[in-house]
């Protein structure tokens, strides 16, 4: 491997993704949105720029790892534990019902197969990709409303979190079951031994970790240790549990998220994150994207891929928020709050791929739900939200 090329590639890859991403917060779409077609543009199918190697796979996939591992010492562990039963209740309905359209939508359009068949795990993994929640979009909506502090909003924030940890574990389960040599009881026995002992060992990594914060904070070994315990338990969890190495990633995050120096090294990560691995992982998604696949079948797939993932994800969520008693507008809003998608579904998608469960071409599905999704939800919440003149005379 020349490293040379490397270095123009790695090069291109940084320009293109920062222009395009640019590009895409000035129209107001995820800046991710716009590493994708810049990958996409410089990639085989477009310009022929950049060729996908192992070097860049293997920057892609620490990429990955680095996402997971911010998304978990962002999380608010306190909240989470405080949002009780109705958060809980609404994530699990998010989950199950786009799980569920995501499955039918597959097999309606590509024929019912049986059970251990890979057409079949390919439509249960379709559903798994449609259960992520990005809250991005949806969180500066109501900030822009003034109601992220109300009970809705932390509603919706708290089922947001819960249901990416439910998503994860999906995801863990379906790979594990799509290797033919385990059986489900092993699967879940794995899945169960493995939060045990991160839930064991966490402990005393969080006790320790908390010592070395408060006699040496703001320091960078911190960061550093922490990210050695990152890509520790996404060895662990893969290499001896087979769970994806993403879910370890995610754990070592929630592990240390109740630190003081949690935001630090959030801060710490997000710049080898943002400036290298980040644009490399989403870039590599268009690379990766073949145009020429695309067929009169996979458009109309993708088109109903879209509606079916935002359509169920409202559903569900709506219908579990009005049975936990909240009136059916505000049900309403909790479902569209829920609806968009980001950076998971992209990753969850990644994951299918290195598995052989999807085609690349069903990247495109994806892109277009995070790109309807992020314009859509901001409009229909601010509808939803928009209160009655009442006229005076």
């Not at 809003?333 to 950076?343: S, W």
Request: proline share 3%.
């Amino acid at each position: 491997m020349d490293v040379l090329s490397i270095m123009r590639d790695l090069a291109i890859i940084l320009i293109f993704a920062k222009i395009f991403g640019l590009l895409a917060r000035k129209l107001r779409a995820p800046q991710v949105v716009g590493e994708i077609v810049a990958g996409l543009l410089i990639g085989p199918s477009v310009l022929g720029f950049v060729q996908l190697n192992d070097f860049l796979g293997v920057c892609a996939q620490i990429g990955v790892v680095l996402l997971m591992f911010s998304a978990g010492l962002g999380t608010n562990l306190k909240e989470l534990l405080k949002t009780g039963p109705k958060a809980l209740a609404i994530a699990c309905a998010g989950v199950l019902v786009p799980l569920a359209g995501g499955t039918l939508l597959y097999m309606c359009f590509y024929g019912f197969e049986p059970w251990g068949s890979q057409k079949f795990f390919t439509a249960v993994f379709i559903g798994v990709i449609m259960t992520a929640t990005s809250v991005s979009i949806t969180v500066e909506t109501l900030k822009e409303l003034g109601k992220l502090k109300s009970e809705l909003g932390t509603a919706i924030l708290s089922a947001a979190i819960i249901d990416d940890v439910i998503g994860i574990l999906v995801l863990t389960f379906v790979l594990g079951l799509k290797n033919p040599k385990t059986k489900p009881i092993q699967v879940v026995v794995s899945t169960l031994l493995f939060f045990v002992l991160a839930v064991g060992v966490g402990f005393l990594v969080y006790k320790l970790f908390k010592f070395i914060d408060k006699r040496h904070p703001r320091t960078r070994r911190i960061p550093i240790y922490s990210l050695a315990l990152c890509f520790g338990l996404a060895f662990v969890a893969e290499k001896v549990f087979g769970i994806a190495d993403i879910t370890g990633a995610y754990v070592a995050g929630i592990i240390l998220c109740r630190l003081h120096d949690s935001s630090y090294i959030e801060e710490k990560m997000d710049i080898n994150s943002y400036m290298l691995f980040g644009p490399i992982f989403f870039a590599s998604i268009g690379l990766k994207t073949k145009l020429d696949g695309m067929t009169l079948d996979i458009v109309a797939f993708s088109l109903l891929f879209v509606v079916v993932a935002m359509a169920t994800k409202v559903i569900g969520c709506s219908a579990m928020s009005r049975l936990c008693r909240f009136n059916n507008k505000d049900s309403l809003r909790i479902g569209v709050g829920m609806m968009t998608r980001g950076e998971v579904a992209l990753i969850v998608a990644q994951r299918g791929l290195d598995e052989g469960l999807i085609s690349s071409v069903y990247f495109t599905s994806v892109i277009l739900l995070i790109i309807a999704s992020s314009i859509l939800t901001p409009i229909f919440l601010k509808l939803l939200f928009r209160e009655k003149k009442v006229k005076t005379i």
